[in-house]
């Protein structure tokens, strides 16, 4: 079985400052990929980065990065130099084998001028 | 640039009326994915679709249907809808590969619906 777990349902940071966004997974899948989503009040799903459980490197998307450690199933997502812009609902997901998109409860970030 | 558009951004509906959610995507995606959104429990799977005339159940399909009628277009009927439905609902696609795993969704902008 597969399980998305976020700990933070919200979150607030400075802007132009760094912030860290929790994400630890499970399943039992060699073969995996991680993935991180924004949603804006607005509505939209918009994909911000993705993981390959075989990428030996963290990845990085501009100010998105994620932080992959393996053995602790983890794969958080840091956005370096906040913009009020980012605040929204960011949701950590999982596609692990052959089954379909999972997807966390979320965390509300909202960026403070 | 508009990828995956469903037809509704509200809809306000009343208990026992049967609500068509419409959605076409114009990537020639395989798959097609609806979604409900609620506070506190993230986003969950209602049905899923492969192909044409082809649906799956994903994790809460009580109390809807889909229909996919053709590639591009993938409906969510609600036969009877009931309040417990008011909901945010997101519709997705996603191409069929080799690399499975390596791909996420395109998503919708959601429609939220209402049931009074």
């Known amino acids: 079985a597969q399980k998305i777990t976020q700990t933070q349902p919200g979150m607030f940071v400075q802007e132009k400052e760094a912030v860290t966004l929790d994400c630890t997974y499970d399943?039992?899948?060699?073969?995996?990929?991680l993935f991180w989503y924004k949603q804006p009040s607005s509505g939209e799903m918009i994909f911000l980065i993705y993981q390959g459980s075989y990428d030996q490197q963290n990845a990085t998307e501009g100010r998105y990065s994620l932080n992959f450690q393996k053995a602790r199933k983890s794969a958080n997502l840091v956005i370096s130099a906040s913009q009020l812009g980012d605040s929204a609902m960011y949701f950590c997901?999982?596609?692990?084998?052959?089954?379909?998109?999972?997807f966390g409860t979320g965390t509300r970030l909202t960026v403070i001028p | 640039d508009v990828k995956v558009t469903q037809s509704s951004r509200y809809l306000v509906k009343r208990t026992g009326e049967k609500v068509f959610l419409e959605c076409v995507q114009d990537?020639?995606?395989?798959?097609m994915f609806w979604y409900r959104q609620d506070p506190g429990l993230g986003l969950r799977l209602i049905y899923f679709s492969y192909d044409v005339k082809m649906k799956e159940k994903g994790d809460i399909p009580e109390g809807y249907s889909v229909s996919r009628e053709k590639k591009e277009r993938f409906s969510l009927i609600l036969e009877s809808a009931s309040t417990n439905q008011t909901s945010m609902y997101l519709c997705?696609?996603?191409?069929?590969?080799?690399?499975?795993?390596?791909?996420?969704?395109?998503f919708g902008s959601g429609t939220r619906l209402t049931v009074v």
């Open positions: 997901a999982m596609r692990a084998g052959a089954n379909n998109l999972f």
């Open positions: 990537m020639d995606h395989e798959n």
């Open positions: 997705a696609s996603s191409p069929n590969t080799l690399n499975w795993v390596g791909y996420g969704y395109t």
């Open positions: 399943t039992s899948d060699p073969s995996y990929g």
